[in-house]
């Protein structure tokens, strides 16, 4: 009875090896490890009963893929188009490709396929969209390009008919020419959006000024004066040739206005002038952009943008006995960054900028303190952005630029070797249009 027993368990034991041994083979016939993002419109389900008839992969959910981004602290939102964190969370995951998949309009569905290569996207093209998501053409299409990506040796795709008149073609060069063509046709067109930025802003500016050692009435601090500021960032390279994303220009002016009651204290009885006040910063030069058009939902992803240029800033007081009018004129570089804040809302980001003027000199007003001098500054901006509607913002923050001024020699002021130390400070509010 024992001995039976122990032929039984035997007999079970070989039964479930070879009832477990297709399964195990079939899995380990899987060579890559592909996920997916969510499909715009919906239709999930559908794509995945498609893709799973392919034996060289392993196939996950979009709702794993996001649990492995998660897992890491990234953010879901937008992850595709965050090379550096598709790298990580692909090598961390042990992924292979990840099918990503943006919305074009409401016709469209654009197809990245991410590899852990740097994040990047090895094979993009675009399929069609239905009500419900990608069309029966559409996944098809995705498996047969994800066939040739892996190199399956498939080498049909079907086209999407009517049901009655489904059929299987054999996929032609000419036919691949011709979706080459409207892949880069489609690609060219997206890159020239999104090429222009305008901001107008509502200003109050102050001004401080101090000239160590010189008479009292040479240092002034003013109180807030109104004025605006119109900035333009232009990236029309890319209107002529799509590869020419990245460099662009930019031109900002800013213009404050004040008065002023100025008493000559050296003529009996002292006499008192009334004199306007204006102060003026132009600037404009090259910048470089390492946001793309490409990234979806752009105004919402992070944004970060080089310049070089040169500014001329002027403190304009009319005729006056006291006080002189100023103005230099300043090599700037910079960088100015905008990040979205998810916690808060899709909406909502916070900028920052960062200027460094390493060289400026005097254009006017220079004789009054000195000789030659050694000028060079600063300055940062720490602001806000929401979202208002499609491409137009609204916005605010606060800035300011300080300038050192070390002169040899004595000045006009009767000052020697003076030293000048010059703030401009402020608020803003006002609106931002992405064209």
């Not at 999407?160 to 691949?176: F, G, S």
């Amino acid at each position: 009875m024992v001995q039976r027993r122990n032929q039984w368990w035997v007999w079970a034991g070989l039964w479930a090896v070879l009832l477990w041994s297709p399964l195990a083979m079939a899995q380990g016939d899987a060579e890559y490890l592909v996920t997916m993002s969510t499909v715009p419109g919906g239709g999930e389900d559908r794509l995945i009963a498609e893709l799973s008839e392919i034996p060289e992969i392993d196939l996950r959910e979009s709702d794993w893929f996001y649990a492995q981004v998660r897992q890491r602290a990234f953010t879901s939102a937008g992850i595709g188009d965050r090379e550096s964190d598709v790298m990580w969370v692909m090598r961390g995951s042990d992924i292979d490709i990840v099918i990503y998949m943006t919305s074009e309009g409401m016709d469209e569905i654009r197809v990245r396929f991410l590899t852990p290569a740097e994040g990047l996207a090895e094979h993009e093209f675009y399929v069609d969209r239905g009500d419900e998501g990608p069309t029966r053409g559409a996944v098809r299409l995705i498996r047969a390009e994800l066939e040739r990506f892996i190199g399956s040796g498939q080498t049909t795709v079907i086209v999407e008919r009517p049901p009655e008149d489904e059929e299987e073609v054999t996929v032609d060069p000419r036919e691949e020419r011709e979706r080459a063509i409207a892949a880069e046709t489609a690609r060219a067109e997206r890159l020239q959006r999104d090429w222009l930025w305008a901001r107008a802003h509502f200003r109050m500016f102050r001004k401080d000024f101090g000239l160590a050692g010189a008479a009292p009435e040479l240092s002034f601090q003013t109180g807030f004066m109104a004025g605006f500021e119109l900035d333009v960032e232009a990236f029309p390279f890319v209107l002529g040739d799509p590869d020419m994303v990245e460099p662009g220009v930019y031109v900002t002016y800013n213009h404050g206005f004040d008065g002023l009651n100025i008493i000559d204290e050296g003529q009996d009885p002292p006499v008192q002038t009334s004199v306007s006040v204006n102060l003026v910063s132009i600037e404009g030069g090259l910048i470089y952009r390492l946001d793309s058009p490409l990234d979806e939902d752009q105004h919402r992803n992070r944004q970060l943008r080089f310049k070089l240029g040169a500014r001329y800033d002027t403190y304009n007081i009319g005729e006056n006995p006291v006080r002189p009018t100023t103005a230099t004129a300043s090599l700037v570089l910079g960088t100015r960054l905008v990040l979205p804040i998810p916690l808060i809302g899709e909406e909502f980001g916070i900028t920052a900028a960062v200027d460094v003027v390493p060289v400026a000199g005097f254009v006017d007003g220079a004789a009054v303190f000195g000789g030659g001098s050694t000028n060079f500054g600063f300055g940062s901006e720490l602001g806000m952005v929401y979202e208002v509607m499609d491409k137009l913002f609204m916005s605010a923050g606060y800035s300011f630029r300080v300038m050192r001024s070390v002169f040899s020699g004595e000045g006009e002021a009767g000052v020697e070797n003076a030293s000048v130390f010059a703030m401009t400070q402020g608020l803003r509010a006002g609106v931002v249009y992405q064209y």
